[in-house]
């Protein structure tokens, strides 16, 4: 009975002990999970669907490889002559002169048209490789964009947060003076009808805040729920830029779509040879043996032959397939004179605009943003102390909310911008 009562004490606590934690495991299970650039890429990278495709793309090029190499497959004929379909003297033996024949016949694959194949078929999956990359690239720019956007997104609702605090002290102050009889109504009251567009603009941005965080969700293929989802990264610029060469040769070098031209060119070539190896005449080599082949030879019973087959290609010597693949070469060279001119044009682009981001961001970051806060704070002193109108102190506060929220969009535009110069240049040269 003692024992019984010990337990059910012991019992007891550990249920109100369970029910004291219950919250805070709940607030652990619901927990919002903050993902960093690194670690969000590399979820992209394993979970994208678009991007697994294609990479069984590459393996079903790497297995046309085994195909590319195969040699002919031998040929094994039987034949049987000599049954009998009548009497001889009056005797029906119909086995006794049947002869057996069987054959084997190989075709010989001659100036090397196996490796050839072969050769084309590692350029092809090369090419697929690199395409396989250039598809990445341009992906990883979505989700870097996306990304970007999501950090614009918090900044601007966080702005609005501080911008709605700032101006709840401001209608505090206007309430002391109104009671102080330092205030009109009138201008109380329009004081506080300003406060909706504050409460709008939290709202505005909430809305799309949780938009971005959808669409980066759906890149990464992800239903985590919208709520339970964040990232964080540095949203800010640097205002170092090297000079331009530097990013167009780190881009001829890193581009994996110009890579895949030039393989284009190798694989090129390399159908033109065997295009020419496929004009060239393969024989087929035989062999049979042959039981009871004669009955003029009474002790030839077997025999042994060989044969060789050789088409005389006269009319067919591949000449369409040879000038095809020797146009298709020249053909590739030109596609990647114009996929070489299109990465400089991309790299001049996204260069120019980052160059121009910066500018505009150095001089709002060194002048434009105190000089706002400054006329806000001046002017909102000088009101609360009758020093200025309302009239001003609605001024201040909207060109120190339009200048503050500019700044922030020229931040996401220049991270954009780096976005793309990463695109263009082929590999991330501005984290």
């Known amino acids: 009975m003692i024992l019984s009562n010990v337990i059910q004490k012991q019992y007891t606590g550990l249920l ?53 190499y195969l ?47 072969l050769e084309s078929a590692k350029e092809a999956t090369g090419i697929g490789r690199s395409l396989h990359e250039d598809l990445e690239r341009n992906l990883l720019f979505n989700l870097r964009s996306a990304f970007v956007q999501t950090l614009e997104a918090k900044a601007v609702l966080e702005l609005a947060k501080s911008d709605l605090e700032y101006y709840d002290k401001i209608i505090e102050i206007s309430h002391a003076r109104y009671k102080a009889g330092d205030l009109a109504q009138i201008d109380l009251d329009r004081i506080e009808l300003l406060r909706v567009q504050y409460e709008s603009e939290i709202q505005t941005a909430i809305v799309n805040l949780r938009s971005q965080k959808i669409a980066l969700l759906q890149l990464l293929n992800d239903r985590t729920a919208v709520d339970q989802f964040d990232v964080n990264g540095p949203f800010g610029f640097t205002g170092d830029l090297k ?40 024989p087929t080599f035989g062999a049979w043996y042959t039981y009871n082949p004669s009955f003029n030879n009474q002790y030839d019973h077997q025999s042994l032959g060989l044969s060789v087959n050789i088409p005389l290609r006269i009319f067919d010597r591949n000449q369409g397939e040879k000038k095809r693949t020797l146009i298709d070469i020249d053909r590739n ?87 793309q110069l990463n695109l263009a240049v082929g590999r991330e040269v501005i984290q």
């Open 333 to 419: 060279q030109q596609l990647t004179d114009v996929t070489r001119a299109q990465v400089f044009s991309d790299v001049d682009s996204a260069y120019e605009q980052a160059r121009s981001n910066v500018a505009l961001l150095v001089s709002y970051r060194d002048k434009y943003k105190d000089q706002a806060t400054r006329v806000r704070d001046t002017v909102t002193y000088a009101y609360q102390h009758g020093g200025a109108s309302l009239m001003d102190f609605l001024n201040a506060q909207s060109d120190y909310r339009t200048v503050q929220l500019a700044y922030l969009q020229l931040i996401g535009a220049y991270l954009t911008a780096a976005s």
């Open 243 to 282: 000079p331009l060469n530097d990013f167009e040769q780190v881009a001829l070098d890193a581009r994996p779509d110009l890579r895949a031209a030039l393989q284009s060119i190798e694989q090129a070539k390399t159908n033109h040879k065997l295009a020419v190896s496929n004009g060239s005449t393969d």
């Open 71 to 117: 040699r002919p497959n031998p040929q094994f004929t039987l034949s049987e002559d000599g049954v009998q379909i009548a009497r001889y003297q009056g005797v029906w033996q119909p086995l006794s002169g049947v002869q057996l024949q069987p054959n084997f016949s190989y075709l010989h694959e001659r100036d090397h048209k196996r490796e050839l194949r």
């Open 16 to 68: 109100r002990l369970g029910i004291l934690l219950l919250p805070f495991f709940a607030g652990v299970a619901y927990a919002q999970s903050s993902y960093t650039w690194d670690q969000i890429k590399t979820r992209f990278e394993t979970a994208n669907p678009a991007l697994k495709a294609d990479a069984s793309n590459v393996d079903e090029l790497k297995a046309e490889e085994i195909t590319a």
